[in-house]
């Protein structure tokens, strides 16, 4: 399976931006997605994640009511794109965004992971900058 990250940029405060993770690989598995990111000199931490089935979400409180995250509609059976929408975004949201991926075909359609040891293929990342 491989994942690509697309999307970021730069925007001004309160501004908002699309970062979508393109999933393709095996038609005969279902993975849960996350995304993460990272600051200079600050750990890698979790934004936000996303069943297999898309029907369960959960963020980060830092992102919680600000940014969406959600499955587009899957060009074919092995390809499925997540998509992060971010809006009210504030210079602390700077950040190199990595999208991830776990094979939950067997752990049902609910689940899904916020630590970033869970996942086991990771995207190249993404740059978002806001600034003041």
């Known amino acids: 399976v491989q994942l690509q990250a697309s999307g970021g940029g730069m925007v001004q405060a309160g501004g908002s931006l699309n970062v979508s993770c393109t999933v393709s690989g095996r038609t005969n598995r279902r993975y849960a997605v996350g995304w993460f990111r990272q600051a200079p000199g600050r750990e890698r931490e979790f934004v936000a994640a996303i069943s297999w089935s898309g029907m369960i979400v959960d963020y980060a409180a830092s992102v919680k009511g600000r940014f969406d995250i959600s499955r587009g509609e899957a060009t074919n059976t092995a390809t499925n794109t997540v998509l992060l929408h971010m809006a009210s975004l504030t210079p602390e949201d700077t950040a190199v965004y990595y999208c991830?991926?776990?094979?939950?075909?067997?752990?049902?359609?609910?689940?899904?992971?916020?630590?970033?040891?869970?996942?086991?293929?990771w995207g190249q990342g993404t740059q978002v900058t806001v600034s003041s």
């Open positions: 991830a991926a776990k094979d939950s075909t067997y752990f049902g359609h609910t689940s899904y992971y916020v630590s970033p040891d869970e996942y086991g293929i």
